[in-house]
């Protein structure tokens, strides 16, 4: 399976965020990543419907949303997931896992369960065949820029291990070194942000290629 780019979004330029997105069109890139925090489940606010409306308004790439909320059963209808879009909730954020998932497929999307890097694997073996993506969080989640959590190489290992039908997904410090041995443990799905594409001595078509340069090694 080819390896698949997701740019984080809250990681882009707000002020030209259309150039931003023309860059994306133009190297193919598969998802936009759009991280949500509530200031509960995880200690950040970032953005939200209004701002996934408007990115359906100016690209078809699909939405990678990534619900970082508490009780996220709450909130799906709110940003109208559409077919080919992966919408992402946490293991830890939810009593009805089950039925949240259920809820993403009757919007059409791919419906994924994220964990926190704390979080085994084996946690999600009842919910695995329910699911076409699995994120691992490399780092914790809230903020960019973190370093990434060594023990989680080995969870997406294990996780491929199992032989599943499923996409893994990584977020968090997905540099170029650290993107390789992702995707040599088992990675699909990169989430890229200020560690590889959008790092500051490189442009966005710079970083893209580098990447997909590592992905390849």
Known sequence: MRA????????????????DIQ??????????????MDGHFVPNFTLGPDFVRALRETTDIPMDIHLMVERPENYIELFQPQAGDIVSVHQESTVHLHRVL?????FGARPAVAINPATP????????????????????????????????????????????????????NVSFENAAKMRRAGADIFVAGSSSIFRKDMTLEEGIKRLREALSE
């Open 121 to 172: 694997v084996m946690l999600l073996k009842d919910v695995l065949w329910d699911v076409e993506v699995v994120l691992i969080m490399t780092v914790n989640p809230g903020f960019a820029g973190q370093r990434l959590v060594p023990a989680t190489l080995s969870k997406i290992a294990e996780l491929r291990s199992m032989g599943l039908p499923i996409e893994i997904e990584v977020d968090g």
């Open 4 to 19: 698949k780019l997701a740019p984080s979004m809250m990681c882009a330029d707000f002020i030209n965020l259309e150039k």
């Open 23 to 36: 860059v994306f069109e133009r190297a193919g890139v598969d998802y936009l990543h759009i991280d949500i």
């Open 102 to 106: 259920q809820k993403i497929k009757d």
